[in-house]
Every structure is written in C-alpha cells, then in structure tokens.
C-alpha cells in the first residue's frame, strides 16, 4: 500500500500547494456529483413533441367532425355547402367566418354550443350531449383551427 506523501498525483508538480489541492477537490468531488446530478435531470422534450397535443385534439376534433355527420350540413371544409341542405331551406354556418359564432368562438363556447344545440328556426342544430366533454373540446379545437381570422 502506498501512503499519503508516497502517492503519485498526475497533475504538473509546477502547481503550488493549494492549487493542487483545489484541482483534487474538483476532480475527485465536484466533477463526480456534477455529473451524477446531469444524469438525474429530466430530459427537456424536444418541439416537436410538445405542441403534439394540440395537433392530436385538433385531429380527432377533425375525425369526430366528419363521423358525426358535421359534413352533411357543414360541408366537409365548414364552409356551409354540405349536401344535406337544399338552398332553399337554410343555410347552416360558414363554420371558417368568426360571424358565424353567435354563441362565441371559445373552446367552452363552441362546446357549450355543441352540447345544447342550436334550438328552432331556420338556424337549428341538433344537440350532440351524448358525446364526452373531451370529444366536444376536440370538435371545437379543429372549428377554431379553421376560422378564418384574416377576414376580422
């Protein structure tokens, strides 16, 4: 066993004293909690995977839309054509016109409006109150992705 004054130090004898000591420290303490403490750290996602959510609401707001016949009044783009609507009977919402919101254009709005309808008249929309919170969200995640704000 080698003792302490035997001990080979790999750093430059130039160094004083206390140089050398503070460089002992660093390597044989610091740099080793350093490094535990970096391999501890929760990755940081990267973009991509962070606006994901909103891109996968906006996508089954989307699927949900069409598989729940959206389109027949709507028309497949929101734009008010659909093929279920003869002209001369009503004409549903331009769903890409802020105008259009009259119950307002906020996710809880657009939801709120999803779940109670649109009751009576020419303007009447059925209720969708079968389908969750989450999926009325979804529906009005996609409605607001499509509006058309440069026509404010």
Do not use: W
């Not at 004054?5 to 660093?26: A, D, N, Q, T, V």
């Not at 990755?43 to 891109?55: D, E, L, R």
């Not at 906020?106 to 009447?124: F, K, M, N, V």
Request: charged share 20%.
């Amino acid at each position: 066993m080698i003792g302490r004054s035997e001990r080979r130090s790999r750093l430059p004898r130039s160094l004083g004293g206390s140089s050398r000591r503070i460089l002992h420290l660093f390597f044989a303490i610091l740099l080793p909690t350093m490094a535990t403490f970096c391999a501890r750290r929760t990755p940081v996602p990267a973009p991509s995977q962070t606006a994901s959510p909103k891109k996968d609401k906006v996508r089954l707001g989307r699927d949900l839309y069409v598989s729940q016949g959206c389109t027949f009044c709507h028309g497949r783009e929101g734009l008010g054509d659909g093929s279920g609507t003869p002209d001369s009977v009503l004409q549903p919402a331009n769903l890409t016109d802020p105008a259009s919101y009259k119950q307002g254009r906020s996710t809880s709005d657009i939801a709120r409006t999803l779940e109670l309808g649109i009751p009576g008249g020419a303007a009447a929309m059925p209720t969708y109150s079968y389908l969750t919170l989450e999926q009325r969200e979804a529906i009005a995640a996609y409605l607001i992705s499509i509006i058309d704000t440069g026509s404010q």
